[in-house]
């Protein structure tokens, strides 16, 4: 920083004005740079670590505004490495997911869920097809999507497609056919 000041000093005593000007057009391109860094901190892949039915513990539920609960777990663990779900209230399934990227640093990712042909009829809005959720992952950590079926009106049989996104790019997807016990 002390550097930057004296050249700063030394531009202004030999140049008049336009010292002031380089040294914001400098700025400017400084920032520039460092945003666009910024936003090239993004996931470039995703592995699938394992997929199937949880066991989990909650450590907190929030509902959305489309009355879907999102869950934040403190504990999970596998029950049965499959894509084919019993349709019963109470039965998580997702996957877990380990990043990777060129930095090691966290990048947005965003988790959605789609929902069988037809979508679910929630009470809070007529329909929903899909429901988005925007989240942070450590690019080497590993991420979770799943969904818990607790209400009566989530019990929809189809296929249920999970997907990790970094923007627009697609970085893993599971499908899950839930079915009628």
């Known amino acids: 920083m002390l550097l930057f000041f004296a050249t700063w000093a030394r531009l202004r005593e030999s ?49 959305d505004e489309q009355g879907v609960k999102q869950h934040y777990h403190d504990n999970l663990s596998l029950i049965e490495r499959t894509n084919t779900v019993p349709l019963r209230l109470g039965v998580t399934f997702g996957f877990r997911y380990m990043l990777s990227g060129t930095t090691n640093s966290s990048s947005p990712i965003r988790q959605i869920t789609i929902y069988p042909s037809g979508g679910l ?16 992952v450590q690019i080497g950590d590993t991420g979770l999507i799943d969904y818990t079926l607790e209400d009566p009106w989530e019990l929809v049989p189809g296929v249920w497609t999970l997907e990790v996104r970094a923007g627009d790019k697609l970085l893993a997807s599971e499908s899950f056919t839930l079915v009628a016990q």
Request: zero cysteines.
């Open 15 to 63: 140049s008049g004005g336009s010292a002031m000007r380089f040294i914001i057009g400098a700025a400017a391109a400084w920032l520039a740079a460092s945003a666009a860094q910024a936003q090239s901190i993004r996931a470039e892949a995703a592995t699938v670590v394992d997929y199937g039915t949880y066991a989990v513990e909650d450590s907190s539920v929030t509902t």
């Open 121 to 136: 009829v929630a009470p809070v809005k007529s329909r929903i097809d899909s429901v988005e959720q925007d989240t942070t």
